[in-house]
């Protein structure tokens, strides 16, 4: 079995082929990443000495690349994380997430179709279900909720998930799609509000909430972000949708304070700073058709899950310096003026 992951440098990526390089050892996978800000092949120093990976530099909009690496390569299935993944910096330069996020995509759907991949899956997000009302506790995400994408990146990826089901159905290509919650972990990138509130909070540094703080994200350990992905692309039935979610909802007010006080800092850190532009209230994903048709659960429990995480960039204190330094302090300075 040859297997592509797409985005396998960046914080997802790394932890689903360091996931599958161990899970799967007859399985040959290959890692195709443009190594953007975000990506590196640090992120896989565990594996690169594993005969069963290798990693091949490139975009995956750039259709000659994409061609010939599938000719060469013979894929049995794909995997696409590839993706401008930040809402932030979508609302600054929303053409590039264009580019990567839809004709990327398509770029590999037709490979894929061409090449005779045997599953192609797209990794993608409850973002392209637009937001939930606060009030309404009781309203989850389901894969029949109406696509209704908010901010440039989530049209972007909406966009790919209805480029991959057209070619299920004008091409019969296997395609399946994964919706997944709001990511925690290893490797993730500083930007993102977890990282960021524990890079800046270690140094006793304001820490940015955007408005009121009452937005509601469903948070879930990466880990068992992969463990779904695996189940759904063994198991999962072409042409399906499949949200994944860990029924762990926080508001950013509760989830910085229960941070705050993991690492022992003091709330006086928090920042209220202006509202993100188009900012989405409340996300909640329901998992169930994952859960029933497939058996996945997660297998974090929250508490437990952000212990480790906390512990894991205590303890890879180089490796965030790393990202911190040179365009993160620009990129910062452009996106908090008011710190
Ligand atoms: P990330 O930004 O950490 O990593 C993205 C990776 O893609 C990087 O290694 C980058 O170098 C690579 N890349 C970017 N443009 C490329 C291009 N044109 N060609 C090849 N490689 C390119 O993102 P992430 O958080 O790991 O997200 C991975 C996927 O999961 C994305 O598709 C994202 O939409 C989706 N997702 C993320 C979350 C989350 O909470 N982070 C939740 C749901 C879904
Ligand atoms: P983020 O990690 O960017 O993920 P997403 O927007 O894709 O859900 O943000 C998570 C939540 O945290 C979101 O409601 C925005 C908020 N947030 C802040 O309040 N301050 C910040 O500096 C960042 C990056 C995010």
New binding site residues.
């Given amino acids: 079995m040859k297997l592509l992951v797409t985005g396998g440098a960046g914080f997802i990526g790394s932890n689903f082929i360091q996931y599958m390089v161990k899970k799967y050892p007859q399985y040959e996978i290959v890692n195709v990443d443009a190594l953007t800000y975000c990506g590196s092949t640090d992120n896989l120093t565990a594996v690169e000495k594993n005969a069963n990976y290798r990693f091949v530099q490139g975009r995956i909009e750039d259709k000659a690349f994409i061609r010939a690496l599938f000719e060469r390569e013979a894929f049995d299935m794909v995997v696409n994380f590839a993706a401008e993944s930040?809402?932030?910096r979508s609302l600054e330069e929303p053409g590039k997430f264009l580019v990567t996020n839809v004709l990327g995509t398509e770029s590999l759907l037709e490979a894929s179709c061409r090449y005779g991949v045997k599953r192609y899956h797209q990794v993608s997000t409850d973002?392209v279900y637009g937001d939930l009302p606060l009030e309404a506790r009781a309203m989850r995400f389901t894969e029949e909720s109406p696509i209704r994408p908010s901010s440039p990146y989530a049209v972007s990826k909406a966009s790919a998930d209805l480029l991959a089901l057209a070619y299920h159905r004008s091409f019969g290509l296997p395609v399946t799609i994964s919706r997944c919650s709001?990511n925690y972990g290893p490797y993730q990138f500083p930007?993102?509000?977890?990282p960021?509130i524990i890079s800046r909070a270690e140094k006793n540094q304001k820490i940015?909430?955007?408005g009121d703080?009452q937005?509601v994200?469903d948070w879930l350990h990466v880990a068992d972000h992969c463990s779904a992905i695996d189940r759904i692309l063994h198991d999962g039935k072409p042409g399906e949708v499949y949200n994944i979610g860990g029924n762990n909802e926080y508001s950013?007010l509760e989830l910085v304070a229960l941070i705050l006080e993991k690492l022992k800092k003091p709330e006086s850190l928090l920042t209220f700073v202006g509202d993100?532009k188009g900012?989405?209230r409340r996300?909640a994903i329901d998992p169930a058709k994952l859960e029933r048709e497939l058996g996945w659960k997660p297998s974090y429990v929250f508490a437990q899950g952000i212990e480790d995480t906390l512990r894991w960039y205590q303890e890879n204190a180089q490796w965030m310096e790393k990202r911190l330094n040179g365009d993160f302090q620009a990129y910062f300075a452009a996106v908090?003026p008011e710190l």
């Fill in positions: 930040h809402v932030d973002e709001n930007e993102k509000f977890i960021l940015p909430i955007y703080g937005n994200r950013n993100r900012h989405d996300y908090y």
